[in-house]
């Protein structure tokens, strides 16, 4: 989510420092908003249900380190098939590369527990995994425009330097 918004009046990028939303608030609406869903699906709550949430939010700097993770993880899947290790006798031994770790490592598990870790991961059908809002809905073409205009940014300007880069892409014709 971009910290900044656009000043309607002046027409001018607002940069803002810290975060878009104060945290406490945050934690307030989302409790509010987790405990009507709760309510509406006629689940009972619990008596004693906190009436004080933490949200916890993190800056993520420029946002480099989020958009590699995510670029990993929505488009390449939880797990390639080449980190299938071994698949016999009812037994899955995979590697996996741990966060904290930076080091890869093997686990062996029953093929129902490989399944059990695999399908949280699988989305159901009709669902997706990346959801646009704001500026970067499909439906916001306009807003884009207006954006390229304030923030003098050329995107054909942009993608003449990345053809360069890449010419392979152009003697296709892709």
């Given at each position: ?24 608030a ?8 987790m405990?009507e ?15 004080k ?12 380190k ?19 290790l ?15 770790y930076?080091?890869y ?10 399944l ?9 059908k009709?669902f ?5 809002y ?35 892409i152009s003697?296709?014709?892709l």
């Amino acid at each position: 989510m971009p910290g900044a918004s656009i000043n309607m009046l002046k027409g001018l990028w607002k940069k803002k420092t810290g975060y878009l939303f104060n945290e406490r608030a945050l934690a307030k609406v989302f409790r509010a908003k987790m405990l009507e869903a709760l309510v509406d699906q006629g689940l009972k709550l619990p008596g004693d249900c906190p009436q004080k949430w933490v949200a916890h939010c993190k800056n993520v700097g420029n946002g480099d380190k989020a958009i590699i993770y995510l670029g990993r993880y929505l488009y390449r899947g939880v797990i390639q098939e080449k980190d299938i290790l071994r698949c016999e006798d009812g037994m899955v031994t995979f590697r996996y590369l741990p966060a904290k770790y930076k080091k890869y490592k093997t686990r062996t598990v029953t093929g129902e527990k490989f399944l059990y870790l695999l399908m949280p991961h699988v989305l159901p059908k009709g669902f997706r995994r990346v959801r646009c809002y704001g500026f970067l809905h499909p439906c916001s073409k306009k807003l884009i425009k207006f954006l390229q205009v304030v923030l003098r940014v050329n995107p054909l300007r942009m993608l003449a330097g990345r053809q360069k880069e890449r010419p392979f892409i152009s003697s296709y014709g892709l």
